[in-house]
């Protein structure tokens, strides 16, 4: 994974990792009225459409829950998750084309950029996900002590995110297909999870499916958490996580690989 020299270098730029990571927020609201107050209004303004619009006016139940928010709360589990990956995993397959003048003019640790990718979405999630904590707790249907099962479930997520992100960069230097490709992939593999709509309501054929779908174990697990407050089935987040640890490596590996490369290509 990752070597002893490569952490001691990351340290050593733990103030260019912080600065990227305040320029890149700071970035975001320039020449806004609002400034960071987007950061709020935006994932409010999606709380409230998918509360009003999916459980009230189009009267989306889940089965067993009589709550009236319970769609609502179902529908941003799966969508503040799948954010989560998509940002990372779409800001990691072109973190080294974005940076391509800094690789060439500075000699510092590469590792330096998927990590800033990944604490820069971390920061988007916690401003989201904290509002929809806040929202949980006012309608009262904050689901306990279970809640912190979320911890291991997001953390396998993130790895996995981290590794598939890792080797799509690598290989979207050198064959730039890659990056509209996944674009793609990522669309169609949205729909393929159950994020707006529930798994019971599949074919039993199509639902057999999602075994094959490691972000389908995820969303799930969170949706289990979150709507019903109950403990995911661990089993079923194996695969992911193994897959995960592989990924991560593969990444690594790649990436070690072809530094030098990339350079030329850039």
């Excluded at 509360?51 to 529908?75: C, E, K, W």
């Excluded at 820069?120 to 929809?132: D, E, K, P, Q, W």
Aim: glycine fraction near 8%; charged fraction near 10%; charge should be positive.
């Amino acid at each position: 994974m990752i070597s002893p020299a490569m952490l001691s270098g990351v340290w050593r730029y733990r103030g260019f990792i912080s600065g990227s990571l305040k320029r890149e927020f700071q970035s975001k609201y320039r020449n806004s009225l609002l400034g960071a107050a987007w950061t709020v209004l935006n994932p409010l303004a999606m709380i409230v459409v998918y509360t009003v619009i999916f459980s009230q006016v189009m009267h989306n139940r889940l089965q067993g829950m009589d709550s009236p928010f319970a769609y609502s709360i179902y529908l941003c589990a799966g969508v503040l998750t799948w954010g989560l990956f998509a940002e990372i995993t779409g800001r990691g397959q072109t973190v080294f084309l974005e940076n391509a003048n800094l690789i060439k003019k500075l000699q510092f640790p590469r590792i330096c950029l998927p990590i800033i990718v990944v604490l820069n979405a971390l920061v988007n999630f916690g401003i989201i996900f904290g509002l929809f904590i806040v929202f949980l707790v006012a309608t009262g249907n904050f689901p306990g002590l279970v809640f912190f099962a979320l911890i291991p479930v997001l953390l396998a997520m993130i790895l996995f995110a981290i590794g598939l992100g890792m080797i799509l960069g690598v290989l979207n230097v050198f064959f730039r297909d890659v990056g509209q490709f996944f674009t793609i992939l990522l669309q169609f593999w949205f729909w393929f999870t159950p994020i707006v709509y529930s798994a019971s309501i599949l074919p039993e054929g199509v639902r057999a499916l999602l075994r094959f779908n490691p972000m389908a174990a995820v969303v799930m697990a969170c949706q289990e958490i979150l709507v019903y407050g109950r403990l995911p089935d661990w089993q079923s987040l194996l695969p992911v996580t193994v897959l995960a640890v592989l990924c991560c490596m593969l990444g690594m590996h790649l990436f070690r690989r072809r530094a030098g490369e990339m350079v030329d290509e850039l």
